[in-house]
């Protein structure tokens, strides 16, 4: 089965840096998702990871570390619009092809 | 980028009524397509893999009955909340992966409602 772990909220304030930290365990591993949500909203890609290291994509960065089946967001210059939950999604193979399981999520309060 | 459609974008309905959401891939092919359910502050809880062709494979818990699911083509896949009750008031998501590049796609999401 997957297990896939995440605070379930976090505070920062606005022009500071914030990590979301995940920890997952799957037995197919093939790939982890950051996904950005905003009440009653559909998930926005924010970024994948496949191979260990890290991705950087503007204010975003995410790591991935496979071999301790973990990974981290992070989300520098903080603005108010940040203000969201952000999903870490494990992509797991199984019999039947490939799927997509969604953490809890981390809700995301940032302060001016 | 790729596109993925639902409609309704939200459906209000009495109890013991039947209702079908559309998810479309607007821009390419999705041979899979991923049902998900989202109560209020909660994350996505995958219902059901629905493959084009084939019968969709539902996860544990989740009513292959009450939860009917048709992926009759590339790029259409339905899903029919049957007999539906106010428990079942939910955002329900679906999720598209392009064939061609394996990147997965989000629909805006449906919001059921029923009385």
């Known amino acids: 089965g997957q297990n896939i772990d995440q605070p379930t909220e976090m505070t920062a304030t606005e022009g500071a840096i914030v990590q979301i930290n995940c920890t997952y365990q799957t037995s197919g591993f093939n790939g982890l998702f950051w996904y950005q949500q905003h009440a009653g909203e559909a998930p926005t890609f924010l970024s994948y990871?496949?191979?260990?290291g890290l991705e950087e994509k503007g204010r975003f960065s995410s790591f991935l570390s496979r071999s301790k089946g973990y990974s981290y967001l992070l989300l520098k210059e903080l603005q108010m619009k940040d203000s969201a939950s952000y999903l870490c999604?494990?992509?797991?193979?199984?019999?039947?092809?490939?799927?997509?399981?969604f953490g809890a999520g981390t809700r995301l309060f940032v302060k001016a | 980028g790729a596109v993925v459609s639902q409609h309704p974008s939200r459906v209000i309905c009495k109890s013991g009524t039947s209702v079908k959401i559309e998810c479309r891939s607007l821009?390419?092919?999705?041979?899979?397509m991923f049902w998900y359910r989202q109560f209020p502050k909660q994350s996505l809880m995958l219902m059901a893999t629905?493959?084009?062709?084939?019968?969709?494979?539902?996860e544990q818990g989740v009513e292959k009955d009450k939860f009917l699911i048709n992926h009759a083509s590339l790029t259409l896949s339905t899903l029919t909340v049957t007999s539906a009750h106010p428990e079942d008031s939910s955002f329900y998501i679906c999720s598209a992966r392009d064939t061609g590049n394996d990147e997965q796609f989000f629909g805006p999401g449906t919001r059921l409602t029923v009385l």
């Open positions: 629905s493959n084009e062709g084939s019968k969709a494979t539902y």
């Open positions: 999604a494990v992509r797991d193979w199984w019999a039947g092809g490939f799927k997509t399981i």
């Open positions: 821009d390419f092919q999705a041979t899979t």
């Open positions: 990871n496949v191979l260990d």
